[in-house]
């Protein structure tokens, strides 16, 4: 069956840059949409960047624009994070979903996605 894994995490200080990683398995697993969700202990996990992958149609959260930029290749898909802040930290989990989406839909919830990996850390320091 499908399985996600990410990668990348770590930390760094405010300002610098990170770039974390999913891989899905297998290659050949379709996949119509797919997001990077973000979640701190006792909150609700919130979507940071997603991607209706089957129309191209993206999402950002007001507050990574212009900092995060999703990108993907034959292999794997990426988001690149840049000027971290503090409130960045958190723990980092990429979702896909094989289901074929509508143009004008994107995943910007939970169960919007089927497939989860089990997050990478990413902290950020003052």
């Known amino acids: 069956q499908v399985q996600v894994e990410e990668s990348g995490g770590g930390s760094v200080q405010a300002g610098g840059s990170l770039s974390v990683t999913c891989v899905v398995s297998?290659?050949?697993?379709?996949?119509?949409?797919m997001g990077w969700f973000r979640q701190i202990p006792g909150k609700e996990r919130e979507a940071v960047a997603t991607?209706?992958?089957?129309?191209?149609e993206t999402y950002y959260a007001d507050s990574v624009k212009g900092r995060f930029t999703l990108s993907e290749d034959a292999t794997k898909r990426t988001l690149q994070m840049n000027n971290l802040k503090p409130d960045d930290t958190a723990m980092y989990y990429c979702?896909?979903?094989?289901?074929?989406?509508?143009?004008?839909?994107?995943?910007?919830?939970?169960?919007?996605?089927?497939?989860w990996g089990q997050g990478t850390q990413v902290t950020v320091s003052s």
């Open positions: 979702a896909v979903d094989s289901r074929k989406r509508p143009m004008g839909w994107v995943p910007k919830q939970y169960s919007d996605l089927r497939y």
């Open positions: 297998p290659d050949t697993a379709r996949v119509w949409s």
């Open positions: 991607s209706n992958t089957g129309t191209g």
